[in-house]
């Protein structure tokens, strides 16, 4: 079975420059997750699907992130003028149902790095 | 809000000697909680789940949970070097909104290093 699969695996802007990362979780998840992890930090939730529905934004920076996932399955997290303080890797992960009770399969990540 | 600390920040032990993870954690009405390692340029790799107090053992890898102590624990036994790498430690929050409003709160994580 394949797992969450996660592009590009690096990434290089000045700040200013907008970004896109791409993320196809595992066949048949239905919640999606895309979390920011911070060099020497664990990972923090920025926003997470149900199906293609938004269920959590609240910790998305919504004047320069957004995220979408038309169809339920792949999804794709947006950077408008990227900031220095959003260096970090950007990890997508998936599971079958919410949160609780489910196990979380995280992507290798996206390692953003702003200049 | 429920707050995660893991220590030590970072650990070496020899291979074959038993390695021992902590967490607290604020809250102790959550009742999932999860081991995860990160090797570097790797993607997170569930270990353990465990959802009441007591012991569960995956493999080599056992966690303890005791929640009116808010302490979650995770023993490596007979570590090899492919073990080095970061363990975060995982609590799973409910929002306010049914059973999708479940939320992963995240230690910094231990660097654990394991000499051959």
């Known amino acids: 079975e394949a797992g969450v699969t996660q592009s590009p695996r690096y990434a290089v802007l000045q700040e200013g420059q907008a970004v896109s990362f791409w993320c196809d979780p595992i066949?048949?998840?239905?919640?999606l997750y895309w979390y920011q992890q911070p060099r020497d930090q664990g990972p923090q939730l920025l926003v997470y699907?149900?199906?293609?529905?938004?269920?959590?934004n609240s910790q998305l920076p919504s004047d320069r992130f957004s995220a979408v996932r038309p169809k339920g399955t792949n999804s794709t997290l947006k950077i408008q003028s990227a900031k220095q303080g959003d260096t970090a890797t950007y990890l997508c992960?998936?599971?079958?149902?919410?949160?609780?009770?489910?196990?979380?399969?995280f992507g290798a990540g996206t390692r953003l790095s702003v200049l | 809000q429920q707050k995660v600390q893991q220590s030590p920040e970072s650990l070496t032990v020899s291979e074959g000697a038993m390695a021992s993870l902590n967490c607290t954690f604020s809250?102790?009405?959550?009742?999932?909680f999860r081991w995860y390692r990160q090797h570097s340029a790797k993607g997170l790799e569930v270990l353990v789940s465990?959802?009441?107090?007591g012991e569960k053992e995956e493999g080599r890898f056992t966690a303890h949970l005791n929640r009116a102590n808010l302490h979650v624990s995770l023993h490596i036994r007979e570590p090899q070097p492919s073990d080095s790498a970061v363990y975060l430690c995982?609590?799973?929050?409910?929002?306010?909104?049914?059973?999708?409003?479940?939320?992963?709160?995240f230690g910094i994580g231990t660097l654990l290093s394991v000499k051959p």
């Open positions: 066949s048949g998840h239905d919640t």
């Open positions: 465990i959802f009441s107090d």
């Open positions: 809250d102790g009405t959550s009742n999932n």
């Open positions: 995982a609590v799973s929050i409910t929002m306010n909104y049914g059973s999708s409003g479940n939320k992963l709160i």
């Open positions: 992960a998936s599971s079958l149902g919410g949160q609780g009770a489910n196990t979380l399969y």
């Open positions: 699907f149900r199906d293609e529905a938004v269920i959590d």
